[in-house]
């Protein structure tokens, strides 16, 4: 990143003698800038001329200042007089004089994005005031997502509000775009929104998942970050077999499906007893896609105790559930 580099004790020293000699003029007739250049628009590497031209100069100590658009930061002196405050070579000036009119003229080599700006022509009338002109430069440069003004990943509970923000910086102004991943339908309907913030309001659980925000001004390529909106809610249990057969002496899974966010505890049991691992059961738990959780319960050879009905019972945050499964006898052994 291209910084602006200021000789500090230079410009101490031109200030002191600037205001020292303006306030010794004598001028019947005040100085005036009579032109200034327009507005600037150039490419990075390009250069730019800005043009400052004054009237009735006299002795006056003419200055190039340079500030941020919305003037949010301390301003850059750049030159006094004839003498650049900055040290790097990409910028030149150049002073000329003639039956008391000047032309003050600041070139920039090599653009860079950080030379976009307010360029203030500056007459320095005494201590206390000053006669100025500004010329704005803009720079064309890609869009840049800034980094400090979104979140990689936001969590709501479902029902809640959810404000998914993007901004960006670029010349000419980027345009914001939102879609979700494989285009899925956004929330408030569409495959596309325009804007720097998308707001979901009364979040469902479907509507978790990627969102992917673009910043693109027709320069370079867009920029795109990724935002994982993460929706809270409770557990709900689906039985893929609420009734199941087996035979004395084979072994037997019972399982349900469970989908919740955060992921939930799950636990088993028989007769309002828990079953644990071990002895004539194996507990086993498979995660999947979409915050769902497939637990098992493998019985090892099935006894006349087994049989009766099995309760699954899953936990989270928000709230819990349970559903219930039955295992009874059958004649012929069942295989899967």
């Given at each position: ?8 004790p230079?410009i101490?020293?031109?200030l002191s003698?600037a ?33 400052c ?8 100590i ?15 002196i750049?030159?006094?007089g ?10 030149r000036?150049?002073f ?5 009119n000047?032309?003050?003229v600041?070139?920039i080599h ?8 307010l ?15 500004t ?8 869009p840049?997502l ?24 670029g ?36 509507d978790?998942?990627?969102y992917?925000?673009?910043a ?6 867009p ?16 039985v ?7 035979a ?10 469970v ?26 738990q498979?995660g999947?896609p979409?915050?769902?959780?497939t ?12 049989y ?7 936990t989270?945050?928000?709230g ?7 295992l ?6 069942v295989?899967?």
């Amino acid at each position: 990143m291209w910084l602006l580099r200021v000789n500090l004790p230079l410009i101490t020293t031109l200030l002191s003698v600037a205001l020292t000699l303006s306030s010794a003029q004598q001028a019947t007739t005040s100085p005036s800038i009579v032109f200034i250049s327009p507005e600037q628009i150039k490419d990075i590497g390009e250069q730019v001329t800005l043009n400052c031209s004054i009237a009735n100069v006299k002795n006056y100590i003419i200055g190039w200042q340079k500030s941020n658009r919305d003037r949010t930061k301390e301003s850059n002196i750049i030159s006094l007089g004839v003498q650049l405050a900055v040290t790097e070579d990409r910028f030149r000036l150049n002073f000329t004089k003639e039956n008391n009119n000047a032309n003050y003229v600041l070139e920039i080599h090599d653009i860079v994005n950080t030379d976009a700006g307010l360029y203030e022509c500056q007459i320095l009338v005494n201590s206390t005031s000053k006669i100025t002109k500004t010329v704005e430069l803009q720079v064309r440069h890609p869009p840049i997502l800034l980094e400090n003004q979104h979140t990689n990943t936001l969590t709501k509970a479902e029902g809640e509000d959810a404000q998914l923000v993007c901004r960006a910086e670029g010349y000419p102004r980027p345009t914001i775009s939102w879609r979700r991943e494989y285009n899925a339908i956004l929330p408030i309907g569409g495959q596309t929104f325009t804007g720097n913030e998308l707001r979901l309001n009364g979040l469902r659980r479907e509507d978790r998942g990627t969102y992917y925000c673009t910043a693109d001004n027709g320069v370079g390529r867009p920029d795109t970050k990724t935002i994982t909106l993460e929706v809270e809610f409770a557990p709900v249990i689906r039985v893929p077999r609420p009734k199941v057969a087996q035979a004395v002496d084979y072994d037997i899974d019972v399982e349900c499906v469970v989908q919740a966010f955060p992921a939930p505890s799950i636990a088993w049991y028989r007769d309002g007893k828990q079953i644990h691992n071990g002895g004539s059961y194996s507990i086993s738990q498979i995660g999947s896609p979409d915050d769902v959780t497939t637990s098992v319960v493998k019985v090892h050879s099935v006894a006349a105790e087994h049989y009766g009905d099995y309760v699954c019972k899953a936990t989270n945050k928000v709230g819990q559930a349970e559903a219930r499964l039955n295992l009874f006898e059958s004649v012929i052994p069942v295989t899967f």
